[in-house]
């Protein structure tokens, strides 16, 4: 939108398009995956603690188990004996989960978290790029803010179906948003073009 605001040139406009989808997707799954690393450094050295504790202070750790479910509602008796049986199925995830809310069979993949966000960057750019670059010179911008205004719409709605939220306030945040990035870099488009 940006170059737009500045030039008519379609070979400009897709230059600039493809190199801000790329460094976009690439920038994306790098912020992504540095965040999801974090999480999982952090997760395993909770991980690990947590079993030093239990091979160094087995008692404590089934008391604390125990006085966990019994903030939970469970009488004494029966919180001990559910800490007593989770400990012997499974110490490390009992614990991990009702200490710590981490399920150690299902650490976060950094990999997986950048890939997915990569390609989700990439899947959202590729409506705009493709409308402002086939689109004729005297319409390709409203087209593109059209098209991105209803895909914006679309994607809201379909969030808040999926977490059963309200859908208008959704549409409204997706479409407002999109529409205010739009406008702001077409205005700085526009007015480094003519100052350039």
């Given at each position: 939108?940006?170059?737009?605001?500045?030039?008519?040139?379609?070979?400009?406009?897709?230059i600039a398009?493809?190199?801000?989808?790329?460094?976009?997707?690439?920038?994306m799954a790098t912020g992504e995956y540095v965040s999801v690393s974090t999480q999982r450094d952090s997760e395993?050295?909770?991980l690990e603690k947590?079993?030093?504790?239990?091979?160094?202070?087995?008692?404590?750790?089934l008391e604390e188990l125990a006085g966990i479910y019994m903030g939970k509602g469970l009488t004494e008796e029966l919180a001990l004996e559910v800490a007593q049986q989770l400990t012997a199925h499974d110490a490390l995830g009992a614990h991990a989960e009702a200490e710590l809310g981490i399920d150690p069979d299902d650490i976060s993949s950094p990999w997986a978290a950048a890939l997915a966000s990569?390609?989700?960057?990439?899947l959202g750019a590729l409506l705009p790029l493709l409308t402002i670059t086939l689109a004729s010179a005297d319409v390709r911008v409203l087209v593109t803010v059209v098209s991105v205004a209803l895909a914006l719409a679309l994607?809201?709605?379909?969030?808040?179906?999926?977490?059963?939220?309200?859908?208008?306030?959704?549409?409204?945040?997706?479409?407002?948003?999109?529409?205010?990035?739009?406008?702001?870099?077409?205005?700085?488009?526009?007015?480094?073009?003519?100052?350039?």
């Open positions: 939108m940006g170059v737009a605001g500045a030039t008519t040139d379609r070979t400009a406009i897709l398009g493809v190199a801000g989808l790329v460094a976009g997707a690439l920038s395993l050295a909770l947590e079993r030093r504790e239990l091979r160094d202070d087995p008692v404590d750790e990569m390609v989700a960057f990439t994607t809201g709605w379909a969030s808040a179906r999926l977490s059963e939220g309200p859908p208008g306030r959704a549409v409204l945040r997706n479409v407002g948003g999109g529409l205010l990035a739009m406008g702001v870099t077409f205005a700085i488009g526009n007015l480094v073009g003519t100052q350039v």
